[in-house]
């Protein structure tokens, strides 16, 4: 059975950091391409940051470069995503999704990715 389990989300304030986890299992999870996505109440779910399965090549939103970091240890079946210089506007539930069906599409279109985890809830306060 196939699992994305995320962890890592919480409460900070302007300025703070929160790293979050995802755990995969009940696939090759070295093989495919994974996204960090966001949704905020009202609004689409938009891509954050995505990585590449060798994990040599990523890929950030504008919003967040410079402050997010996406890597993979793929030893560990593990997606991480460190988030720095929080900002109100961060606020949003995350969630980790994998591309198993190699769609090849934009990187940060949700669309493009099938596999996804139950989500972390991130709030940044001003």
């Known amino acids: 059975q196939v699992q994305l389990v995320e962890s890592g989300g919480g409460s900070v304030q302007t300025g703070g950091s929160l790293r979050l986890s995802c755990a995969a299992s009940g696939y090759t999870y070295s093989n495919y391409r994974m996204g960090w996505f966001r949704q905020a109440p009202g609004k689409e779910r938009e891509g954050v940051a995505a990585i590449w399965n060798s994990g040599g090549s990523t890929y950030y939103a504008d919003s967040v470069k410079g402050r997010f970091t996406i890597s993979r240890d793929n030893a560990k079946n593990t997606l991480y995503l460190q988030m720095n210089s929080l900002k109100p506007e961060d606020t949003a539930m995350y969630y980790c999704?994998?591309?198993?069906?190699?769609?090849?599409?934009?990187?940060?279109?949700?669309?493009?990715?099938?596999?996804w985890g139950q989500g972390t809830q991130v709030t940044v306060s001003s």
């Open positions: 999704a994998a591309d198993s069906l190699r769609t090849m599409g934009w990187v940060l279109n949700p669309r493009n990715y099938n596999l």
